[in-house]
């Protein structure tokens, strides 16, 4: 069982009868087609601390910005304090008492705690200056016992503060049902115990919270009760948190079926990529790296399964040169590469395909053919050092979408105008060349169809049967499970735990993506 620290929050002091601070019931939610949240129900009362929990892509976030009023949810039913309330946006869900700090927090970094208040008050708010702000802001802070100074710029304030300032801000304009999302992501382990203490103190004088996590520390010192969603579904609603197993929460976090049907069918080789003791001290966006160390062997793909802010963006940049570690070292086929530039890392046989294929894979204003050979101007392979040979790089990209299959895509035309599926399959192309030895592949199929998802799967699967080796990285776990020899678990930028594929269970992942080692 999972034991709480503290002793849980008691509902004595409200009237019997009293309805629940929130109630969904069957609210589902598709975008493009795809579903995000099927039938999903939830269930808050007021004084507790709710935790609702699941892996990357399990509803989690979607189903709370239904709650604020970020996104209209397709059917289903919302009741607000035992009032039926469905915000449009999230002004009406101000209105309506609801307020949410996002992972991302949404503040002015160049205006004042006071500026920012002022930004979203509305039209028939008495405060009308930065003082008056001011004085608010002071006296709400002193009220709930979380000190701020409404005079500081946001861009001076640590990780911690711009928290502290979110929370503020929202109870200022209202809130008494108050949903933080993964809001110890970027914190320290004393700050991250300090901010969900005052949350459950705010439960205590009255208000409703919700906690997006998938810490079961958290769960267990901090929340009275605990929904589990799955897949955009509801797997567990409500249980108290008391009365819950680590392994059952593990295994209905991430389910019992491991499919390993798209797994290369070849044998792991020499070691090709070697990374140890690699590590990067963490900041304001992220984590950083402790550590870290792995081998990667010719004709194996090892995945690295993790939520999504746990240092892979971070090991992915300090892979490809587009990072410095502040320790460590990198080596492919035996060569030392920790200090090298992304060029001489690409000579020795790296590829990437990058989890935002616009924002460092490819450049929307270029044709197709030129995305194309990109890579391969700077080695000679289009011509001279002055001289572009554009016959040459127009013929070798109309093989490219031949062999990939780049549905209505020519040389000449803009890569703004591909679908993801085949900007992708671009991206592919490029990469997936006859001098790559090691492949990082940084969740490769975000934001694919079906069928664009299975081409991607199958092109790394080939690649791999080839000899190649291949680093998943993916907060998609079934991407993961399906293409991998071998499964890692990132947490707090190291690697928590490695498994051949035959001895991953579901609760060891579970365990693992929630900090339990």
């Known amino acids: 069982m999972i034991a709480a620290t503290e002793p849980l929050v008691s509902r004595e ?29 939830f269930t808050l009362e007021w004084g ?9 892509g399990a509803g989690k976030s979607t189903l709370m910005n239904v709650v604020s009023g970020v996104y209209a949810a397709d059917s289903g039913r919302q009741m607000v304090d035992g009032e039926a309330r469905s915000p449009r946006s999230p002004m009406e869900a101000t209105a309506a008492g609801i307020g949410m700090v996002h992972q991302h927090f949404r503040l002015v970094n160049s205006f004042t705690l006071s500026e920012n208040v002022l930004l979203s008050l509305g039209r028939d708010s008495r405060i009308r200056t930065p003082a008056q702000a001011a004085a608010a802001i002071s006296a709400k802070a002193a009220e ?29 304009l209202g809130a008494r049902i108050l949903v933080l999302d993964e809001p110890t992501a970027v914190l320290t382990e004393e700050e991250g115990r300090a901010l969900l ?40 609603a409500g249980a108290p948190v008391v009365e819950l197993d680590e392994g059952e929460v593990a295994r209905l976090m991430v389910g019992e079926a491991l499919e390993v049907s798209e797994r290369p069918f070849s044998s792991p080789g020499a070691v090709t990529l070697s990374v140890s003791g690699l590590t990067r001290r963490a900041d304001q966006q992220g984590p950083g790296l402790s550590e870290l160390g792995f081998d990667l062997h010719a004709g194996e793909v090892l ?122 399959k671009v991206l ?9 030895t090691v492949l990082i592949a940084h969740s490769p199929s975000r934001g694919l169809d079906m069928k664009a998802t299975q081409f991607v799967r199958k092109s ?58």
Request: charged content about 20%; hydrophobic content about 45%.
């Open 197 to 236: 203490s005052f949350v459950r103190t705010l439960a205590r004088q009255g208000h409703a919270v919700v906690l997006i996590t998938h810490k079961f520390r958290e769960v267990a010192g901090f929340c009275d009760r605990v929904t589990i969603m799955r897949h955009g579904r509801t797997v567990l």
């Open 460 to 517: 790394i699967k080939q690649a791999v049967e080839s000899g190649a080796a291949c680093l998943l990285i993916s907060e998609d776990l079934s991407e993961i499970l399906s293409l991998s020899h071998r499964v890692a678990v990132m947490n707090r930028g190291a690697i928590a735990g490695c498994r051949a594929i035959g001895d991953v269970t579901p609760e060891w992942i579970g365990a693992l993506l929630a900090g339990h080692v």
């Open 13 to 41: 002091g409200l009237t019997p009868g009293t309805p629940p601070a929130l109630e969904l019931r069957e609210v589902s939610k598709a975008f493009d087609g795809r579903p995000a949240l099927v039938d999903a129900s």
């Open 303 to 424: 995945g690295i399964a993790g939520v999504g802010g746990n240092g892979q963006e971070e090991l992915v940049a300090c892979l490809t040169g587009m990072m410095r570690a502040d320790r460590g070292t990198i080596q492919l086929g035996g060569h030392d590469l920790t200090g090298a530039v992304p060029r001489v890392r690409r000579q020795a046989g790296l590829r990437f395909i990058p989890s935002d294929r616009f924002a460092t894979g490819l450049i929307r204003e270029l044709s197709i053919g030129e995305n194309l050979a990109l890579t391969r101007v700077a080695s000679g392979g289009l011509g001279g050092r002055f001289f572009l040979d554009r016959k040459r790089m127009h013929s070798a990209a109309a093989d490219a979408i031949q062999d990939f299959d780049i549905r209505g895509a020519s040389p000449a035309r803009s890569t703004a105008l591909l679908s993801g599926g085949n900007a992708q």
């Open 144 to 172: 709930i016992g979380l000190p701020v100074d409404p005079n500081r710029v946001v861009a001076t304030l640590s990780t911690a503060e711009r928290q502290r300032v979110e929370i503020v801000r929202v109870l200022m």
């Open 428 to 436: 592919l192309a490029r990469e997936l060349d006859d001098g790559m």
């Open 48 to 56: 507790e601390v709710h935790a609702i929990v699941g892996e990357n």
